[in-house]
Each structure stands twice: as structure tokens, then as C-alpha cells.
């Protein structure tokens, strides 16, 4: 039936003109878009009535959405090249899969995608609604069809899909998809990155459903509150995919390069996060009102911005589209948000007065408020490194770029107090927590972490001072010394910090379960631990679905120490011959030469053996590094590398040079401890945020007993589709990890020496043709022109800080990845600084105005906290009897006992 329906399809296709039918769904969309937004209008101003007809026509938008995308996939498939976009991005040499892909490839089909997606999204939220929220309905929709008529018009105005090639002859093929983009993970990475930014669009509306209609309680909280988790969830799985992609992909042996793309992407994540844990106080407490709805706000508006920063082409990236002239049109939707969502707030500030406050600074709701502040805080940060190079060219008249040195200066210390801070907000008390309290909840996680600080520091691995610290000017000065033995502590501190979440975690886990067991026991039904172990979780599912996720983000945080201690060694070899690197033996075999329609490619066949002694050399496997050279891209080959991944490290082999006459390969391998750590905390997080969004048993009885149908059980089963597939995505390369990898300039770098490695990453290439990456990674022939010319300047006696300078005074001051520490660069050393010491003030100054409230307070012997009204069944505590405290209250007479 399906064969016959598709070759109908095909027959009246034929004489159906793609381009010209695709320009006209999207103007229809447009249409659509602009009766389903009028309707929800007058149905959210005294016509309710309307409001069914609105739902209809939302999601008769949403299907010709469908259509138009559906168009294009069939234009790639049927290599329509009259389209400007097919003929770009695709060739008839790819297969169907890698065409799928080019839908999102370039900057046009992406928008395309970007609105699929948004319907998505919308039509779940529209199925899911049914007949309640009935005020806040016809907002949403409203808010919706708002955001999908911008990206339309978008399409139509500036960057339409279906726009025909500029030139009158159709060409017989197409320039062929990006060879950077034509592997495995481009296939779900951008999706997943997609579902997690346009996904904030959903609580986005409701917060504006809330301002519209003055229901500023808790109630469009308990509307999206699964929502926000959904979100969250395919944002870090997006991030983590990509971090994925960059590792096995680019080739220069990373997971994080802070390219803009990425902090694009990583902003959002950081004050989504923020709101996550923020509105669990408003859902308890009735307090940080207007906090949780600019936290919405900033969230939706950096979708938003990061999409700008990805489409404008203002700033250089491996990853942004061209520029082009999209960037006004978003800088106006931008101005429309922020106007509309200030307007919005200052009319209800009257009625998002909180009902409590907080009493004290040593309790979970300030616990709370200080992880706020330091999310906030590293998303300020990014974004000012991130748009720096517009700023200096503001300013100055010439871009300065920043590299990962300056990132990582105060990236690390940053998130190792937010580590701490996920290990004490569980510790803290609701309210205020007395000195008892604290010292019986703290006393065994921090013995834990202090422990384990202590082993590591005694018989741990030793480091030097990272390349990222010696890299850095600030260590130039008087004070360098303290900072960089405080920087080479990092290590140690991070490791400490992961014993005292993990200790507070199980502590956490070990009080429920004891709890549960004396409780079942006294009424005469005892439990076993393992069975009370998962009826706890089944039975207050958010929080310890939050803790399981907080052991995800543990075993990445250990993923990320493991980078401390890299060992990397690079020879030219003939066949024959082997290298060392820490305990392996690497020995090449051959060289291997191999061809398919698409591309050339020279692998060089390794074999990995582990031990340094002949005599105790034992084999582990092949590794087989490549570079490929594509049919439609002769001048970029690109460099494919091998890795072999275990629990503890990840060797991995990098192809330099390969001379087809002497057989002589170059080749470069990098032992990298605890990488596997990033990609399982990655599913333990997937685990613990599907536990958490999942409906309860209590919840599930009470909508059955009213004879509802169980309206979140789909959504929940939709997640739990949504989370195999994740899982799929992310074990099916452990399984069998596919060797289609790429890389345009990454990679092919030869550093012999730590001076070397220092220089390469303060010096930008500029080449004009390799999105400035830095000299130890760019590949480009510029590039290595350039090294080979630092490298005999060395040579010749000349010190890292004068080839710098000589750098600097030849290319411009945008030639250096660290900012001089002078004129407008100084306040990137400066202002972190700065903030920490206001920051500081105005922490002490709150504290003291709050303990003043809690003294007048007690002295009235009135209590200022009133649990905030809504379902009990998504307070996140599992009291039977809808007390918030109740619960508490039970944990900390067991750990009294």
C-alpha cells in the first residue's frame, strides 16, 4: 500500500513544479499563522468560543509546515537542482541519508527545520492541553504562532528554501554537502540541538499566557514544569552530542573548543538550568516571582541570540553560516522580545509581589538563589568573551579574538564552586537550618571530599601548569606564582569536590531509604532496601530523579578533570616501526590507500599494543587514522581519526603526513584519561531527567479517581520514545564507532615542544579562510607556513614573549587568541575580578537585611513562610499529606538518628 501511495506520489510530481508549490506553502503557512494568532487573540479577550477553532487552525498550520519541508526533502532526494539551496548542498553522489542532512546543512534549510520543529513542539503542546489551562490557552497559542510567523517571514523575505539558482541553466550536479557534515553525528546532533532551543519556546509562552492573563501563581508553573525538563533534556544532549562530534570529528582531540557556535549554545543551557532549579522554590514558597519570569525570558531570548550569532556571520566560526543579511531582522525580533517581555512584567509587578521571603542565608531556597547567581555569572562571562571581537571592533575598529585560554582562566574556578554548591543545596534546610543541622548533614560528605582531596594530592597523578594557564598574560605578572599553583590545584579541588556531591548524594538516597524502611516496618509491611530503594524513587520522583542527574553531571565533571593529565607524543615512522606514549606502544604497519565515488582516502594501519617494554607487550587492537580527500572538495582534505575508547582513557591517532614514495607517515597520538566518564555521566543524566519528568504513581491514581484520562502518561510516553532514541544515539557508536570522520583545517598539527604548544595557542592563523582558529590547531597550509617560520625563530634564540610581540606587531593586535593586558583588554581580566568583589558586597549586604527580617521575625514569634498553593502531586516531596516541610522534617530525624 505504502509502494503504491509513493509511486502515485511520483506520477503526480512529475508535472508538479517543486520551487513554485514550496514558495507557495510557506506563504500560505504565513496566512495561516496570522488567522490562528488573531483567533487566540479574541479568544483569550471574552470569546472563548473561538478558542477550538484556534487550536484547529494552529495545527493546520503546523501540517502545511510539514508539507513545505516534505517538499524539500523530495527536492534533495530527486536532485531538483533549479532550487538554489538543493544545488548547494548536495550531489548526486550522496547517499539518501547524507541528503536527509543537508535539509539542515546551510543556513536556508536550517530556518526550514527550525519551523518543523517549532511545530513540533507545538502540536504535542496543543494535543497535550486538551481542556485544561483553559485561561491561559489561547496565549500560548497566541505566543506561538507569534514566534513561527517571524521565522516565515524570514523564508519569504530574506532566505527562502525554494529559491530558484541564479543561474538559467540547471547544473548537472550539485557542489556536494559540506565534507565536514557528511558523518554520523551531524545526522542527530543538529536536531537535538534544535528540539532543546526552539523547545524553550513552550514555557516561554506560558510565562507570557501568565503575564497576559495576570494567573501569575503557580499555575503556568504546573503547565511546564515536564516541559522545561523536555527541553533541558535535548538541550544537554545536544551540547553533549556535539562535544561528541567535535571529539570524533574535527580531529585536534578535544570535546570543547569555547568556539562561539558552542557558547551559543551553552548560554541558553546555563540560565535554563538556573530557571530549573529556581522555580522549585516558587512552586514551595510562592517567592522569586518576577526572578523565575525574567529567568524565562533570558532563556527564550538567547535562543534567539545564539541563532543570530550562528546565522549573522558577525563573528568567525567552524561552525556559522555565511553572512548575510538575516542579522536585521533578528536584531528586530530581539528588540520586540525584550520590550514586550519588560512591558509585560512592570504592568503585573503589582500582583508578582512574592509570598514569603527568605529568612536566612544558610538555607535551600538561598542555596538556590546563590547557584542562580553563579549560572548567571558564567553566562555574562561567555557572552562577553563570545562577542568581544564585535565589541573591540566598536570600540577599536579591529576585531580581537579570544581564545580558550582566557575561557578556561575563569571557567574552571567557576565551575567548581557551582560542583560544591549541587552538593550543599541538597545538605541545606528549607527556611533557615540550625547549627546541629548543619553540622550532622555536612560532617560525612565532607570528610568524604576532604579524603579523597587528600589521596589524590598524596598519590594521585601529578600535573604541571596546564598550557591554558602558561598561556595566560596574568601569570606574567608579580603574582604569578600564587596563580598558578592555584590553577594547578584545580585538578585535585575538582576531584575532591566530586567525592563531597557524590558522599551528599548517597547520604541523601540512604536517609529515604532508611525512612521508608522503619516506616513500612511499623505498619507491619516491611521492605527490603533494594524494594524501598526504588518505591522511593518511584514515589518523590523529581527530587530523586534531580539526584541521579547530579550524578551524571559528577562523571562528567570527572571527564573533564581527566583532560589535566594528557600525555601526547607525535613521530614520522616508516612501516615497521613503533612510538611510545605513557604506557602503550604504537607500531605502524602500512600504509593503505582506498577509493568509493565520493571521495580518495590514505589511511595509515596502526596496531596498539600495551606496555613500553618488548619483553611485556601485549596487543589491544588496530587503530587506522586517514586523511580523505572528497571528489567535490579536492582542496580540503580532511584528517579522519581512530580512536580506542576504554573506561579509564581513550588513546587516540591522528594521520599528519603520509609520503605515498617513502611510505614515511607522520603521525600524532594522544592518551586522554577518563573521556568514557563525559559520555556515561551523559546517560546517567538522560536517566535521571526522564525519572524526574515522569508522572507519579500518586498522580497517576488521583487523575484516574476524578475518571480523567491520564493526559501526562502520553506525554510521558512521548519522553520515553524520545530518551530511546537518545540512548540509541549515544550507545551505537560505543558499540561500533563509525570511521566516517572530518575535519577542514583541525588537526594536522605538529608540537614538539611545551614552548611550542604555548605560542601555537596564543597566535591566531590568518589565512582569511579558516575561521581564525588557532596555530596548534589550524591545518591550513598558511598555517603551517607560519609554524615552521616560529619554529626557526625559536631556533634561533628568540623567547615566546618576543615572537609574540613580533606577531602581534605584524598581524594586528586580533592576531592573539589571549588579549594583551592593556586599553579595552584589560577589562577581560579585570572585570571578573571586579564583579566578584561586588558580588561579594552585595551578597553581605542582602544577608544582613535578611537576618535583621528573621530577628523582627522571631521576636513576633510569626512565621513569614506559607507553602505555596497547587497540585501536592508536583511539589516533588512524597508526604501523603501535601505538607512541603513534612518530608524534610522526616529526613532529618533520620539523620539525627
Known amino acids: 500500500m505504502s509502494v503504491a501511495l509513493f509511486s502515485a506520489f511520483l506520477n503526480v510530481s512529475s508535472w508538479v513544479d517543486v520551487p513554485t508549490l514550496g514558495t507557495w506553502t510557506l506563504c500560505g503557512v504565513l496566512v495561516l499563522t496570522a488567522h490562528a494568532f488573531s483567533l487566540s487573540v479574541m479568544a483569550g479577550r471574552g ?30 532526494q530527486t536532485h531538483d537542482f533549479r532550487i538554489r539551496y538543493v544545488a548547494r548542498y548536495s550531489d548526486r553522489s550522496m547517499p539518501w541519508y547524507y541528503l536527509v542532512t543537508s535539509l539542515w546543512g546551510g543556513q536556508d534549510g536550517s530556518l526550514l527545520w527550525w519551523s518543523f520543529l517549532l511545530c513540533g513542539w507545538t502540536t504535542a503542546c496543543v494535543l497535550w492541553m486538551r481542556n485544561r489551562f483553559l485561561a491561559l490557552q489561547p496565549w500560548v ?13 524570514l523564508m519569504l523575505w530574506s532566505a527562502n528554501p525554494f529559491a530558484l539558482s541564479w543561474s538559467a541553466e540547471v547544473p548537472a550536479d550539485g557542489d556536494g554537502l559540506n565534507p565536514l557534515l557528511q558523518n554520523y553525528w551531524m ?31 503557580e499555575e503556568w508553573l504546573h503547565a511546564c ?29 578535544g570535546y570543547w573548543a569555547w568556539d562561539p557556535v558552542e557558547n551559543a549554545s551553552f548560554m541558553p543551557w546555563l540560565v535554563g538550568t538556573a530557571f530549573l532549579h529556581s522555580m522549585m522554590v516558587q512552586e514551595r514558597y510562592a517567592m522569586l516571582k518576577v526572578w523565575n519570569l525574567f529567568l524565562i525570558c533570558l532563556t527564550f531570548f538567547m535562543t534567539i541570540f545564539g541563532t543570530f550569532l550562528t546565522r549573522a556571520g558577525l563573528i568567525s566560526s567552524v561552525h556559522s553560516f555565511a553572512k548575510s543579511d538575516i542579522g536585521v531582522y533578528f536584531v528586530g525580533f530581539m528588540a520586540v522580545i525584550i520590550v514586550a517581555c519588560m512591558a509585560l512584567i512592570l504592568w503585573r509587578l503589582p500582583k508578582l509581589k512574592s509570598d514569603n521571603r527568605i529568612e536566612s542565608m544558610v538555607s535551600r531556597e538561598f542555596a538556590f538563589l546563590l547557584n542562580n547567581w553563579i549560572l548567571l555569572a558564567m553566562m555574562g562571562f561567555v557572552l562577553i568573551l563570545t562577542t568581544f571581537p564585535l565589541i573591540t571592533e566598536f ?13 578556561n582562566r575563569w571557567m574552571v574556578p567557576f565551575g567548581i564552586v557551582l560542583l560544591v554548591l549541587s552538593g550543599i543545596g541538597p545538605l541545606m534546610a528549607w527556611r533557615r537550618a540550625t547549627q546541629s543541622h548543619l553540622l550532622r548533614a555536612f560532617l560525612k560528605p565532607s570528610l568524604m571530599g576532604l579524603g579523597v582531596g587528600l589521596l589524590h594530592f598524596f598519590a594521585g597523578p601529578t600535573v604541571g601548569l596546564p598550557g591554558w594557564v602558561a598561556s595566560s598574560s596574568i601569570y606574567e605578572t608579580a603574582t604569578g606564582d600564587v596563580l598558578a599553583a592555584i590553577a594547578s590545584a584545580f585538578p585535585m579541588m575538582c576531584t575532591a569536590g566530586c567525592a563531597f556531591v557524590l558522599a551528599t548524594i548517597f547520604q541523601e538516597f540512604w536517609r529515604g531509604i532508611r525512612a521508608r524502611v522503619r516506616n513500612t516496618a511499623t505498619r507491619g ?31 562528567m565533571y570527572l571527564g573533564f578533570t581527566g583532560a589535566a593529565y594528557d600525555i601526547e607524543n607525535e613521530a614520522a615512522l ?15 604497519d602500512r600504509p593503505r590507500m582506498a577509493t568509493d565515488g565520493a571521495k580518495h582516502m590514505a589511511f595509515a594501519d596502526l596496531t596498539l599494543l600495551k606496555g613500553a617494554a618488548p619483553s611485556s607487550l601485549r596487543t589491544l587492537g588496530t587503530l587506522a587514522p586517514a586523511k580523505f580527500v572528497y571528489r567535490t572538495h579536492p582542496d580540503m582534505p580532511t584528517t579522519e581519526v581512530d580512536i580506542r575508547s576504554r573506561l579509564f582513557d581513550d588513546v587516540y591517532a591522528i594521520l599528519s603526513t603520509i609520503d605515498p614514495k617513502t611510505r614515511r607517515a607522520t603521525i600524532r597520538v594522544v592518551v586522554r584519561p577518563l573521556v568514557m566518564w563525559i559520555w556515561l555521566g551523559g546517560l546517567i543524566l538522560i536517566l535521571g531527567t526522564v525519572i524526574a519528568m515522569s508522572p507519579t504513581v500518586q498522580e497517576v491514581l488521583a487523575r484516574n479517581s476524578k475518571r480523567a484520562p491520564p493526559r501526562n502518561m502520553s506525554a510521558a510516553k512521548g519522553v520515553a520514545a524520545s530518551t530511546i532514541i537518545l540512548f540509541a544515539a549515544f550507545l551505537s557508536p560505543a558499540l561500533a564507532r563509525a570511521q566516517d570522520t572530518s575535519s577542514l583545517h583541525a588537526g594536522s598539527v605538529s608540537v614538539h615542544t611545551e614552548d611550542e604548544r604555548v605560542l601555537f595557542e596564543r597566535t591566531l592563523c590568518m589565512c582569511g579562510d579558516c575561521a581564525r582558529l588557532t596555530l596548534a590547531t589550524c591545518g591550513c597550509s598558511w598555517a603551517e607556513d607560519k609554524r615552521q617560520h616560529l619554529r626557526q625563530a625559536m631556533a634561533r634564540g628568540s623567547s615566546v614573549q618576543e615572537l609574540l610581540k613580533q606577531y602581534r606587531e605584524e598581524h594586528g593586535v586580533g592576531s592573539l587568541s589571549v588579549p594583551s593586558d592593556e586599553g579595552l583588554s584589560r577589562a577581560l581580566w579585570a572585570a571578573p575580578i571586579g564583579g566578584g568583589i561586588l558580588a561579594l558586597g552585595g551578597l553581605l549586604w542582602v544577608g544582613r537585611r535578611w537576618t535583621r527580617r528573621r530577628k523582627a521575625s522571631d521576636a513576633t514569634s510569626e512565621s513569614s513562610f506559607t507553602p505555596a498553593t497547587g497540585d501536592p502531586g508536583d511539589t516533588g516531596d512524597p508526604s501523603d499529606t501535601g505538607d512541603p516541610d513534612a518530608y524534610d522534617q522526616q529526613l532529618d530525624r533520620e539523620l539525627e538518628g
Not at 524513587?537 to 527530587?543: D, E, W, Y
Open 47 to 76: 470569546r472563548p468560543h473561538l478558542l477550538t477553532s484556534a487550536r484547529l487552525a494552529t495545527l493546520a498550520t503546523c501540517a502545511l509546515v510539514a508539507v513545505a519541508l516534505f517538499l524539500l526533502a523530495y527536492a534533495f
Open 141 to 153: 497559542l497566541a505566543t506561538l504562532m507569534a514566534i513561527l510567523a517571524f521565522f516565515v517571514i
Open 187 to 217: 545526522t542527530i546532533h543538529p536536531p537535538t540541538l534544535y528540539m532543546g532551543f526552539i523547545g524553550w519556546s513552550i514555557p516561554f509562552a506560558f510565562a507570557m499566557a501568565a503575564l497576559f492573563t495576570g494567573r501569575l501563581h
Open 225 to 253: 514544569r515536564r516541559w522545561v525538563l523536555a527541553v533541558w533534556l535535548f538541550l544537554s544532549c545536544g551540547l553533549l552530542l556535539g562535544a561528541l562530534w567535535s571529539y570524533e570529528e574535527l580531529g585536534w582531540g
Open 395 to 407: 570600540f577599536q575598529g579591529e576585531q580581537v579574538t579570544v581564545g580558550p585560554p582566557v575561557y
Open 525 to 555: 509491611q516491611p521492605e527490603s532496601l533494594p524494594t524501598a530503594m526504588v518505591r522511593l524513587i518511584g514515589k518523590s520522583r523529581r527530587r530523586y530523579g534531580g539526584y541521579i542527574v547530579h550524578v551524571g553531571i559528577v562523571c
Open 574 to 588: 616508516l612501516p615497521g616501526e613503533t612510538m611510545n606514549v605513557a604506557d602503550y606502544t604504537i607500531r605502524y
